[in-house]
């Protein structure tokens, strides 16, 4: 079974990797795993850790490093923990665990401490932290584990999908086409693979990403410039009437102790967790209204830092002056979304990641998503591989096995990757739309406010950080992706 996957980032390289676990070559059912990518993916050098970019080429941690920061939410960390052990305690040691977000106002009064935790506290020393790291150190990790031998750098020019065929890919090289049982469409906000789930009937720029009026600007400061905080587990945000600024630790230089990758600890409560302590490096950015995106020609790097000066140059916070006066701008990050798509499958492909839902920073869940993407998908299309018979008739639902041997025929393959597909659709574009609704009334926040608009901005924040039935924050960060999947795979059988 032929499966490609279009997109090497961090959607991409993580669905390999559920797709290599829950598919080891012991099975009768051997997978022939391939991925495309159109930059060059090699892996680091060993030894330089996270100095050397996804390109290869870019080291250091420059403001134009590839990809900047993230944040990954207990609802992401726990789908890396389900993936590989080692993979997740890599990623919280090299990245920062935080516990809350302390925001404030341009005049320095605090607003709110909102939690960055999850809130399951049956066995509150399982409690996980959102994480911030390097874009790129992320991927790394990534890259580590997947073989050179099933990335290979070739840009996909196209995605072709019909009822009676398997699945087609064509080159921007003119090299001959590549046929596949399953395409897994990983390429980002501006995906190639996406015109292939569409209907033939749609304008085709109908479902083109979208610029939100939104810029961000940001880089990475030697962690030396914050100021030592209590406590240290936190990232500072602030709002003003010209936009939004954020700053905080994003990697650590040993691990917390005890360590928030330690699920055998003995301490009675997740306060009792001691952040660890700081790295070499910090992260800042700024989100502003800009109501035309320039072309990269007429990006001029000192008129944005002037405009980057003039923005925050008055903001009380000491911290925020000192780093616009002083930092170098590498590029601006532009907010892109792709609109609500009828859906992110059709034929044998599939779209995950932010060629199916693109969502604004201020979601807080951008890459979250999209692991939660990848293992929902693999479990499914392992459960629906693993029926005793795959007729895509859910009366054999009450038959199914996950422990069964998938089944080798070509029929029940394509009726098993149509119905996992489905299911996938199913179960996560509901729970994609309610946090994208919310990111963008987030990330209104941050644009140009009048007068009044801004004290009504600090008293909606100063209003969520008090209210008592907040089913949003549970919704988003309790999740468990795998437990979805096995209670809706328990449902079936037991109908």
Partial sequence: MKIVIVGGGISGLSVYLFLQKLFPASLPLGLD????ETHEARKREKGLGQ????VGDVKG????????????APNGLRVLRHLDESLYAAIVDQGYPISEFWIQNALGWNISRLSATDTITVNPNSQLPTVLISRQAIWNELRDRVPDCALQRRTVSRVICANDQRPRISFADGSPDVEADLVIGADGVRSVAKSAVLSADEPTNKYN??????????GFIPSSQLPPVNPPARVTMTLGRQGFFGYGLCTSSAPSKPAWNNTTSTTTTATAKIPPVPGSHAFWWSTYSLAQLPSNEKVDRNDIRVQLQSRHGSWADPVIRSIVASTEIGSIFPTWTTPDLPTWELNGVVLIGDAAHALQPSSGQGVSQALEDAQVFSLLLRHYLSQPRCSGNDDNDDQASSHA????????QKNAIIQAAETYCKLRKPRVKRIADRSKAMGDMKR???????WLTYFFIWLLGKWPWDSYTPYVVDHDAALEVESFIATKQIR
Avoid at 61 to 72: R, T, Y
Avoid at 405 to 412: D, K, L, R, S, Y
């Fill in 33 to 36: 795993l391939v991925v495309y």
């Fill in 448 to 454: 140009k406010k009048s007068f009044v608009g801004e």
């Fill in 61 to 72: 941690f420059g403001s134009g490093a590839v990809g900047g920061a993230l944040g990954v």
């Fill in 405 to 412: 041997e998938p089944i080798p025929t070509a029929g029940a």
């Fill in 209 to 218: 990403a979208v610029y939100q009026g939104l810029v961000g600007v940001g």
């Fill in 51 to 54: 100095e050397l970019s996804v």
